[in-house]
């Protein structure tokens, strides 16, 4: 079983910085894509920034040059430092990693439980 644990959001105000953290637990093999995507209420969820399976980082451009994506592969851990918030940063962002088991099988895909945002005019 894989457990993702997120930490950091909160509230803040515009101009302001924010941290999330995820740390992944279990029987962890291979990790393939990690990053964090948010949603808001009505709308789908959506990319914010990402590590692909070749190390590569993707990153939104409403967000490009504010955030920075960063990992620890040796504590299965990814974080978002949040820079410059706006108030259309607000939403609920979630981690993701995309991974198999240290016993082999598919990959599939594993969620946080989520984290609130919130950046105030």
């Known amino acids: 079983q894989v457990h993702l644990m997120e930490s950091g959001g909160g509230l803040v105000q515009a101009g302001g910085s924010l941290r999330l953290s995820c740390a992944a637990s279990?029987?962890?093999?291979?990790?393939?894509?990690v990053g964090w995507y948010r949603q808001n209420p009505g709308k789908q969820r959506e990319l914010v920034a990402v590590f692909t399976t070749s190390g590569n980082r993707i990153i939104a451009n409403s967000v490009k040059g504010r955030f920075t994506i960063s990992r620890d592969v040796t504590k299965n851990t990814v974080s978002l430092q949040m820079n410059s918030l706006k108030p259309e940063d607000t939403g609920v962002y979630y981690c993701?990693?995309?991974?198999?088991?240290?016993?082999?099988?598919?990959?599939?895909?594993?969620w946080g439980q989520g984290s609130q945002v919130t950046v105030s005019s």
């Open positions: 993701k990693a995309q991974l198999r088991s240290e016993y082999g099988g598919s990959y599939d895909d594993y």
């Open positions: 279990g029987s962890i093999g291979n990790i393939n894509v």
